[in-house]
Structure formats: structure tokens, C-alpha cells
């Protein structure tokens, strides 16, 4: 079974400083998809970055990168310039193709981020 | 906002009874999605709807059920309830049905309370 693991319950950062969160995952496909998403105290789910797993480069979203390793099963995201309204929830996510072509999400435990004034 | 409406905003109930929380997608969206977040916890998949039928089932009890309307609006059921069903549930939708393709958006979700 597919796992998403985030070992970093809670994290926090200076303002203006350069934060990476760590997110690893299992599966035994080739082809699927990756994404950070942000839940700020008003709960809203925000996609931050997606990365797509046949694509070598690492996707970029402004102040927002990835760091994709697909042999190490690793999938970071850096936080820089970090800014007070980064202060949220961040959860990695997974999905691939199962079965009949149904898809299946399955998000990390979170991590918490605090950016320190 | 991202233009996907959820109600009710919160929901208090007892245990052993039924409720249903209703979802409507961005216009133009096929694709709706149920998730279930438990206090402080990540998100677990309930379930997809793809214009009306569905599509993928993650970990949804036997005591839940969902539905797609062909306005494209979605329900989900939840009966017999227990304590444990206390979560905030959010439903999501995107243009279409493939893994990752589409942006998922996700609605402010629905408090449910469990007393």
C-alpha cells in the first residue's frame, strides 16, 4: 500500500529565512503525482506545487521548490523568504492511477509551520 | 475563495443519528471528492464522483454513502453516528478525472460535532 510520511510534526522559521520541509512516500509505480498542500488557521486546503513523477525537473512556484529525488523516494518543499503568511499546516500529498482507472489521494500527517517575526 | 460551496458551515448532532453534507463544485467542474480531517490530522480520502458516477473509493465506512446529482452537486451520508465521526469534511473538485492532471479545489468544509 501506498504511504506518505512527514517526520516533522512541527517546524519554525525567522522571517525572511529559507525553510525546507521533508515528505517521503512508498509505492512500486512509475507514474503519479505529488503535491504540497497549505492549511492556514482559517482551514482552507491551498495547493502550493504539484510536481508530476515522469518530469526530472523540479516544479517551482515562486518562493515555493521542490526537491524531487524518485530513487530515494523523496519529495521536499523549500520555503524561501519566509514571510508571517506562510504560517500553516503543510501536508504532502500523493496520488497515482489504480485500478480501472480510478485514482486514489493519500495525504501525509502534516507538518506545522511557524514563521517567527 | 475558491468556488466551492459547502454546507453546512458546522453541524452538532448526537450519536446513532444521520446527517448530510452537501458540496457544489466550481462551475464547469466534473470531478467531486469527499475527504474526512479527524483533529489534528492529515486528510483521508472518502471518495470521487466524476459526472455522476463514481470513480474511486478510498477509506469511506460502510455507514457513509455519496452521491453525485447530475446538477453535479454531491452529498454525503453519514449514518449511525459515533463520536469517532467528529472531523471536518471537505469536499473538493476539479475540470476532470485524471490522477494529478487537474488542480483540485477545495471547499471551506463542514464541521461535524458528535456529542
Known amino acids: 500500500a501506498q504511504t506518505v510520511t512527514q517526520s516533522q510534526p512541527e517546524m519554525s522559521v525567522q522571517e525572511a529565512e529559507t525553510v525546507t520541509l521533508s515528505c517521503t512516500y512508498d509505492t512500486s509505480e512509475n507514474n503519479y503525482y505529488l503535491f504540497w498542500y497549505k492549511q492556514p488557521p482559517s482551514r482552507q486546503m491551498i495547493l502550493v506545487i504539484r510536481q508530476e513523477a515522469y518530469k526530472q525537473q523540479n516544479a517551482t512556484e515562486n518562493r515555493f521548490s521542490v526537491n524531487f529525488q524518485k530513487a530515494a523516494k523523496s519529495f521536499s518543499l523549500k520555503i524561501s523568504d519566509s514571510q508571517l503568511g506562510d504560517t500553516a499546516m503543510y501536508f504532502c500529498?500523493?496520488?497515482?492511477?489504480?485500478?480501472?482507472?480510478?485514482?486514489?489521494?493519500?495525504f501525509g500527517t502534516g507538518t506545522r509551520l511557524k514563521v517567527l517575526a | 475563495d475558491s468556488g466551492v460551496t459547502q454546507t453546512p458551515k458546522h453541524l452538532i448532532t448526537a450519536t446513532g443519528q444521520r446527517v448530510t453534507l452537501r458540496c457544489s463544485p466550481r462551475?464547469?467542474?466534473?470531478?467531486v471528492y469527499w475527504y474526512q480531517q479527524s483533529l489534528d490530522q492529515g486528510l483521508q480520502f472518502l471518495i470521487q464522483?466524476?459526472?455522476?458516477?463514481?470513480?474511486a473509493k478510498g477509506n469511506i465506512l460502510e455507514r457513509f454513502s455519496a452521491q453525485q446529482f447530475p446538477d453535479l452537486h454531491s452529498e454525503l451520508n453519514l449514518s449511525s453516528l459515533e463520536l469517532g465521526d467528529s472531523a471536518l469534511y471537505f469536499c473538493a473538485s476539479s475540470v476532470g478525472i485524471g490522477a494529478g492532471t487537474y488542480e483540485q479545489y477545495f471547499g471551506p468544509g463542514t464541521r461535524l460535532t458528535v456529542t
Open positions: 500529498a500523493f496520488t497515482q492511477a489504480g485500478t480501472s482507472g480510478t485514482y486514489k489521494y493519500i
Open positions: 462551475s464547469g467542474d466534473l470531478s
Open positions: 464522483y466524476y459526472n455522476g458516477e463514481e470513480r
